[in-house]
């Protein structure tokens, strides 16, 4: 049986083109989180104004880019939007980062609103009465204790963009997936690639959540490095 009769060999050959799709998997997924959480804030902050012009296209976008699949957004960006636009494609790590991006926007715009709303609304008056504007509230007192709040969410965003990037694969972007699907074309044996895929795409997805938790931990408002050095002498 081929499930028994396993050849990694055919994998350490095509290594080159794994260790190649690593690097464009971190690429697509760091550029587009870092670009999607920028995004994000914009359109969390316009979606928690009370001024209609703001709240109603922030909420449209929202509402669009949740309610339709990465997939179908990646095509209609590097396929028609991208070329419209440009006369041309302007390759898959483009229009990747593009998709991924404005997707992920649209996700880290309900975590920004959510942690923001679940400050109290005294922190604001009390802000405010200090003499802070708005602006100035919202920066170095809102922002500051939601973002607490926010790391868990955020860490799962991340996460999940990490796996979706894997869709960006349908328009030839040689990420991980990319690799396995050489791999089984060029053998015809499926187990081992997509295996190895898999486990690539499982120990990155465990290296993050191991930092993510670390930075939770750190920004907790619980975390006090002296008293938790002092507990382990103590422990030891």
Excluded at 129 to 154: D, E, H, T, W, Y
Excluded at 178 to 190: L, Q
């Amino acid at each position: 049986m081929e499930f028994l009769d396993f050849r990694w060999d055919i994998i350490w050959n095509y290594r080159e083109s794994f260790i190649r799709g690593i690097w464009v998997t971190l690429i697509l997924t760091i550029c587009g989180f870092i670009g999607g959480f920028i995004l994000g804030v914009l359109l969390g902050l316009g979606k928690n104004s009370k001024k209609k012009w703001l709240y109603f296209p922030c909420k449209l976008y929202i509402d669009l880019f949740r309610g339709t699949p990465l997939l179908v957004q990646i095509f209609i960006i590097h396929l028609a939007l991208i070329p419209t636009l440009f006369g041309h494609s302007l390759g898959f790590m483009v229009s990747g980062i593009t998709a991924l991006v404005l997707n992920c926007a649209a996700y880290t715009a309900e975590i920004i609103r959510a942690g923001i709303q679940s400050i109290d609304k005294g922190q604001m008056e009390a802000a405010r009465s200090l003499g802070l504007n708005q602006f100035q509230a919202m920066r170095k007192v809102i922002l500051p204790q939601a973002f607490r709040r926010m790391i868990p969410p955020l860490g799962n965003e991340f996460i999940t963009l990490l796996k979706d990037s894997s869709l960006v694969t349908v328009i030839a972007a040689n990420d991980i997936l990319y690799a396995a699907k050489v791999v089984s074309g060029a053998y015809f044996r499926f187990w081992e690639p997509y295996l190895a895929a898999a486990a690539l795409y499982l120990t990155l997805t465990f290296i993050v959540s191991k930092v993510v938790s670390l930075i939770e931990r750190r920004f907790s408002i619980e975390y006090n490095p002296r008293k938790n050095k002092n507990e382990g002498r103590v422990g030891a």
